[in-house]
């Protein structure tokens, strides 16, 4: 990466058994996959006849990433893909891409992580999801989840300054007792730190969808999904909040 620079340029990664894998990370629209594909003649595996291994993949692809980013992935063999005039001249442009790009970065951070500008705006938007996911959850449901714990505990404090959830603690600091993940189209992926061996199955099997019970050390994760307030009942989480966060009798929670 560029010195000082946040965002790495350039990842070789080379536990493959037959090829080398390089991600470089580019200003996005910066190359195409079709034409940079044919700029830089890397062949298709069943191209090329003189190698024992076989594949009519495109072993150069682009795609698109968060904050103004773009990445290419490069799948390589041995030098005859590499030792090229234009695959130099292919590097030194994509240099050129990425320091334009960690400029600008650098002269207005929240263009690059938006999220801890925006906060819980920005997990509304669902930007972080990725794009071939289908999305069945609607924002107004995370709204309302949120508003279902703060019903337990009004003076809870949520923490969305990260890319892909909001956190919460108590009241006065101390380490986050749950959070919810934000960037998966399914649902939101709920967790909360609960003590170990609380509960059972039939406790909490109405909280939402695929409900697990992580055992830990310190604590129990426990991992549930809702695309729909439907899925979470709400006499059963004031349960579980009550047992594993203390029975507080000015806690109430809607049902809305």
Known sequence: KAPRAKQWFCHILTGGQ????????????????????????VKTLDERTDLPIY??????????????????RLHLRDAVDVSKAKFRAFLKDAVTSYEKQVSQTEADPTKSEPWRSLGLEWHLSQ???????????????LMSLVGRFKSMQADL????????????????????????????GR??????????????????DRLGEDVEIKPGTAYDRLVFWVRDLSQNDTKQLLAVWRASF?????????SA
Request: with cysteine; hydrophobic share 35%.
């Open 18 to 41: 037959d090829l080398m894998e390089v991600s470089l990370r580019v200003k996005r629209a910066s190359f195409g996959t079709k034409t940079l594909a044919a700029r830089l003649g």
């Open 187 to 204: 649902g939101m992926r709920v967790e909360l730190r609960v003590p170990p061996q609380a509960f059972t199955p039939t406790q909490v």
């Open 127 to 141: 930007k972080s999801i990725h794009c071939r996911h289908k999305i069945k959850w609607e924002p107004t449901v």
């Open 246 to 254: 203390g029975d507080r009798k000015k806690s109430r929670l809607r």
């Open 157 to 184: 404090v949520f923490d969305w300054a990260t890319k892909t959830a909001g956190s919460f603690s108590m009241p006065g600091g101390g380490k986050p007792i749950g959070k919810i993940v934000t960037n998966i």
């Open 55 to 72: 594949g009519q993949w495109k072993r150069v692809r682009v795609r698109a990433q968060q904050g103004g980013w773009q990445e290419v």
